[in-house]
């Protein structure tokens, strides 16, 4: 008989595996596929200042070619408790809707795709190549420890991915309305700037960092990186916090901190628009300017052009709902940044619209439909 959907996500869910404890999500996850003829392995992993991660991948079969699922069973703080419809680690379904921290966000997609390769196997028997799980711990964490150094590690071990799909909830308000093929590149960037501390009576004797952060800042806000590209929206700049440490009202700051990232499409690399944030803060600061800026890449930008693999998702959404997604690169990040350096990848799962919110929540017919979804995609991918 095949698996229950529903069953397994709330199983899941009632794991509390907060970033980055496995909470016993991974040892069930691991255990429902091995009763389905999968190979297991686990891989831990850790790094200096970082919490030890756990992660797994499973693969049925050993041919050609390779569908692979890429996911998270790690989850977000659960905030406010006492704010929550009921206990977020509870799973409890009312009025059609299953709550619980992860329902979203992704605990109900990896349900509904070990279900449809229960149903395949049940239908189908063995596919003509393999299908594997790609899951890590380490997602809604620093990535550092998952996703990122799996797949490294799999290549190693002579492991090779054909196609993915990445199961975060991709979908604004309605089941099947939209498909990620692409994500935007991340950098979060920390500017200082160097002045001289002084009395605000004799500014002439000092330099003043906070006049020097406010003009750079305003020239960086004002930029224009791009007006979008064929697939992306226009890449964007936000100012996350201004920091002077100022207590008085009578020095002038010798030091200002800022913050602020920026969202990039794919008309550029990390590199090159760090170097452009050089030349900014230069013409604005002043070619003296005494500043340090620390930038940190999330990820690049990519995108899986429209064709094969989106073709497959959309035709099996056809197929079950009746209606054909939107081909979107909007939203945040997500593991396919480290994926898509190994095989063709998108993203595609629930209704994203409570994730990481309390009562979290996801419709259980949804889960059921996404089930019947992903089996379709298996159908066609392996005719």
């Given at each position: 008989m095949a698996l229950d959907p529903i069953t397994l996500a709330q199983d899941l869910i009632r794991c509390p595996s907060v970033t980055p404890v496995e909470g016993g999500a991974l040892d069930l996850l691991q255990s429902t596929l091995e009763e389905m003829g999968f190979k297991c392995t686990r891989l831990p992993f850790s790094e200096e200042g970082e919490d030890d991660v756990d992660n797994l991948y499973a693969?049925?079969?050993?041919?050609?070619?390779n569908l692979c699922f890429a996911g998270h069973t790690d989850v977000v703080p659960v905030g406010q408790e006492d704010l929550w419809s009921s206990h977020p680690f509870h799973a409890e379904i009312h009025e059609g809707m299953l709550y619980g921290r992860g329902a979203s966000d992704m605990k109900g997609a990896i349900a509904s795709w070990v279900?449809?390769?229960?149903?395949f196997l049940e239908e189908l028997g063995t596919p003509n190549g393999s299908i594997?799980?790609?899951?890590?711990?380490?997602?809604?964490?620093?990535?550092?420890?998952?996703?990122?150094?799996?797949?490294?590690?799999?290549?190693?071990?002579?492991?090779?991915?054909?196609?993915?799909?990445?199961?975060?909830?991709?979908n604004p308000k309605v089941l099947g309305e939209m498909i990620k093929i692409g994500r935007r590149g991340s950098v979060n960037s920390y500017l200082t700037i160097h002045g001289v501390q002084g009395h605000v009576g004799y500014p002439h004797l000092a330099d003043n960092a906070a006049h020097r952060l406010v003009s750079i800042l305003k020239g960086l806000t004002d930029w224009e990186i791009d007006q979008g590209s064929d697939h992306f929206q226009p890449s964007t700049l936000a100012v996350s916090t201004i920091d002077i440490g100022n207590p008085t009202t009578n020095i002038i700051p010798g030091i200002a901190e800022a913050t602020y990232n920026i969202r990039f499409n794919d008309l550029h690399s990390s590199e090159t628009l760090i170097e452009k944030m050089h030349e900014l803060i230069k013409e604005f600061g002043g070619e003296d300017v005494n500043y340090e800026l620390e930038c940190k890449v999330s990820g690049e930008s990519f995108l899986t052009p429209p064709g094969?693999?989106?073709?497959?998702?959309?035709?099996?959404?056809?197929?079950?709902?009746?209606?054909?997604?939107?081909?979107?690169?909007?939203?945040?990040?997500?593991?396919?940044?480290?994926?898509?350096?190994?095989?063709?990848?998108?993203?595609?799962?629930?209704?994203?619209?409570?994730?990481?919110?309390?009562?979290?929540?996801?419709?259980?017919?949804?889960?059921?439909?996404?089930?019947?979804?992903?089996?379709?995609?298996?159908?066609?991918?392996?005719?």
């Open positions: 693969r049925l079969g050993t041919a050609e070619p279900a449809a390769i229960s149903s594997s799980l790609l899951i890590t711990g380490d997602e809604e964490g620093p990535s550092v420890n998952g996703t990122v150094k799996m797949l490294p590690a799999l290549a190693a071990m002579g492991e090779k991915l054909d196609a993915c799909i990445t199961g975060e909830p991709t094969q693999l989106s073709d497959l998702v959309s035709d099996a959404c056809q197929e079950v709902l009746g209606i054909r997604p939107e081909l979107s690169t909007t939203g945040g990040t997500s593991d396919s940044r480290f994926i898509k350096d190994y095989c063709p990848v998108l993203d595609f799962g629930l209704v994203g619209q409570t994730m990481h919110q309390v009562d979290e929540c996801v419709a259980v017919d949804d889960i059921v439909k996404l089930r019947d979804i992903y089996a379709h995609i298996m159908k066609n991918y392996f005719k």
